[in-house]
């Protein structure tokens, strides 16, 4: 299974963790054929069994950067099936459109409000929240702050145009 992950609070090059670093940490932690997609912290990776490869790839970027840092994982056909959902799609470019991850096993998302500080949201599944803010309102509130309120638990956002250029380049490459 091809596995795309979302890695909560990093910047690649930053705090130590270069791109390389990054790939290394991956293919010691079993994940095979590691792609590093720009320097938010996105990664994906090939492994049959997720939980042997997660853990110690948690580990090993949590040693580099000093602190412990979940990377929230989906699987590639359910990013591409999003992609082609464009559950965003209601909203023009004058609304900052986001997706936030919680983790792939973290308990499902309960109720939500349509709205909260200006910042519309939106189920897209059990554990990922959508959110619409207007550009014009930079005070709205961002995705993950919103998550994480909302579910008690760590998430990772990422914009919408960053999921679609995953999305292509790792159909690309297949």
Known sequence: MRWIGFIRNVMIGRAGLHREILLDACR????E??????????????????????????AAIAGVVGRPTPV????????????????LSAYDD????????LAHDAAP???LPAQLGGTALIRIGPRELGTARPRDKPRAPHANPLLEKLSGQRGSARAWSTLARIAER???RR
């Open 94 to 101: 004058s609304w900052q459109t986001e997706i936030s991850f």
């Open 72 to 87: 929230m994982v989906r699987e590639l056909p359910w990013l591409v099936g999003l992609i082609e959902r464009a559950p």
């Open 28 to 31: 010691t932690a079993g994940g």
């Open 109 to 111: 998302l309960g109720d």
């Open 33 to 58: 054929d590691p792609m590093s997609y720009l320097a938010t912290g996105n990664l994906a990776f090939t492994a049959e069994d997720l939980a042997t490869v997660l853990r110690p790839l948690e």
């Open 170 to 172: 790792e159909q690309a």
